[in-house]
């Protein structure tokens, strides 16, 4: 007969073991229907790619953003209704919240429309969609890109350009101002860079023609900008469009990197989404491994830089020329652009076409980091700046001489003319 304190262990044990059965069945219940609803997350939202905004700066470490899908609502055309509610939840919820994140400001379709004067006046045209210029009631100027409605790449664009150049700013990155989500329009508002692009310079004759000197300091601030997204920036980011048609160029010919769409934060770019770029600016490791890397950015400048030399475009062979004229020494003066020839100092052009070259090296480990690249162009601009100080301090010679000349023919005519 068993005793009934024995029955009361029993009892006590049986107890506790379908408490912890039916505690162990709950936490596990639990955990499923979570994971379920993470991955319905995930599943509605595979579309909007998940991007950190981190404020740079000493000390800050701040996350202000865990989605795109949180900041900015795609409006598509096949539910109206449905994209009508949630650009009003944006209106009333997220606005504030993003545009304090961001620092950048968002504009209404009419105040956009009327700006442009109905989008009018077309300053270009990109994978993007058009870019139209826009005069404010302030009178300032303004360039407004416009995602093009048959763009599904552009949307993607869109959403990278605000949440990158939100946070970006430098005085070599053309600077985003705000942006546009209305009746189904998506708009980004830059600073108007009146000189256009440094591909229009180079190859369309009609536009102003840029010398030796201006050339230099433009592959300098290209440099400076490239430099700030991979060492200045936290996260760093890899622009991965680097080309002559995304440099643009201000009223003083300083040039400022454009045209982020295709931009990656470092932290993010082990995932492989499919090669991206414009042809004849890719770095070749990139195409075979699919991986784009900070060197990825060096190379696409490498062409840039014999671009600004010889202004051969990258479709137009650049390469094979850069190839053959990497055969000697002073190769890179057959190439030379022919509206520089006798208006520049050959020394500097090789010296150029050298950190080019280094640039556009086969291995990625062995070319130089922007840093090393800044270094050695800001050398050839001092350099630059040294020649023009003594053949400033030539002419000034030369013409004191004359004045003193002239003084003394005075003086000899003026006693002739006593005698």
Known sequence: MVDKGDLVVIGISVGLALGILIASLVFFGIRWYKKCAYLRRCSNDRSLPTLPIRMNGLGTSNDFSASLANSITIQGTEHPQKSSQVSSWWNHHSKDRFASASGILRYSYKDVQKATQNFTTVLGQGSFGPVYKAVMPTGEILAVKVLASNSKQGEKEFQTEVSLLGRLHHRNLVNLLGYCIDKGNHMLIYEFMSNGSLANHLY?????????????????????????????????????????????????????????????????????????????????VYISTNKFTMKSDIYS???????????????????????????????????????????????????????????????????????????????????????????????????????????????????????
């Open 204 to 284: 369309n004759d009609e536009e102003q023609f840029l010398s030796w000197e201006e050339r230099i300091q433009i592959a300098l601030d290209i440099s400076h900008g490239i430099e700030y997204l991979h060492e200045g920036a936290v996260p760093p980011v890899i622009h991965r469009d680097l080309k002559s048609a995304n440099i643009l160029l201000d009223h003083s010919m300083r040039a400022k990197v454009a045209d982020f769409g295709l931009s990656k934060e470092e932290v993010f770019d082990e995932r492989n989404s499919g090669l991206k770029g414009t042809y004849g600016y890719i770095d070749p």
């Open 301 to 419: 400048f490498g062409i840039i830089i014999f671009e600004l030399i010889t202004a051969i475009h990258p479709h137009q062979n650049l390469m094979e020329y850069v190839n053959l004229a990497g055969m000697s020494p002073d190769g890179v003066d057959e190439i030379l652009d022919k509206r520089l020839v006798g208006e520049c100092n050959i020394e500097e052009v090789r010296d150029l076409a050298t950190v080019a070259h280094k640039c556009l090296q086969k291995f990625q480990r062995k070319r130089p980091s922007i840093g090393e690249v800044s270094q050695a162009i800001l050398k050839i601009k001092q350099r630059c700046l040294a020649r023009e100080d003594t053949m400033s301090i030539e002419v000034s010679r030369v013409l004191t001489r004359i004045d003193d000349q002239q003084v003394e023919l005075s003086r000899m005519a003026s006693i002739k003319d006593v005698e």
